[in-house]
């Protein structure tokens, strides 16, 4: 176990190096828009809760912008601001993963983007496609559907193939299933079962 901690922070000094390889990401909507940026992060090796490694592309940004916004916590609702993001990209699930964070890096919240998974055009540039459907979910576990609305509107108007829209729902019903599982097993509390290297939560590995 400690060879494994010691070679994942390896990795996590590797995507931090400046000689780094430049990574590109292009976001695309179902409707033509899309648009593109570059990863500040790279990829990563990441043990997953049932035995295998998966590679990820992390990405971190802050907002120009802070925002305040209300988080559940088990003293009640309490207002913080959200400044900054981790976003984990999977070439392997039907999923993007996104935590909020404040300035002194508490999670606000996750949430669930339902997409293409990730694939390479070229070399070190990449894309995904937005499928409208999302899931937000506090650090207690609590789930909220988002979107739901915009998501039919692209399976009625045939920009949405039903072929993906299956994948969609099989996969949020994969991140539901993970969630409770998480949940049942270690308490209301999604943050305790945070990968102690790169910070990402069990439930997405697991689903």
């Given at each position: ?127 995904d ?22 998501f039919?509107d ?54």
């Amino acid at each position: 176990m400690r060879r494994r901690v010691m070679s994942n922070a390896r990795e996590l000094c590797q995507w931090k190096c400046p000689s780094r390889p430049r990574i590109f990401y292009r976001k695309e909507k179902l409707r033509g828009a899309c648009w593109e940026y570059e990863i500040a992060g790279g990829w990563i090796t990441v043990p997953s809760p049932c035995g295998d490694e998966r590679s990820i592309l992390r990405h971190e940004f802050r907002f120009y912008r802070p925002r305040e916004t209300t988080i559940r916590t088990p003293y009640g609702d309490q207002t913080v601001r959200r400044t900054a993001a981790e976003q984990w990209f999977f070439p392997d699930r039907w999923f993007s993963l996104l935590r909020f964070t404040t300035a002194d890096d508490h999670t606000v919240g996750y949430y669930v983007n339902f997409s293409h998974p990730l694939r390479e055009l070229r070399v070190n540039y990449y894309r995904d496609i937005d499928l409208e459907l999302d899931l937000w979910l506090d650090t207690d576990g609590t789930m909220t559907e988002l979107d739901r609305d915009e998501f039919e509107d692209e399976i009625a108007c045939q920009r949405l193939s039903p072929d993906w829209a299956r994948e969609v729902h099989t996969a949020a019903e994969s991140v539901i299933a993970a969630v409770n599982h998480c949940v049942d097993a270690h308490g209301p509390d999604v943050e305790c079962t945070r990968d102690p290297v790169f910070g990402i939560p069990e439930f997405i590995l697991r689903a």
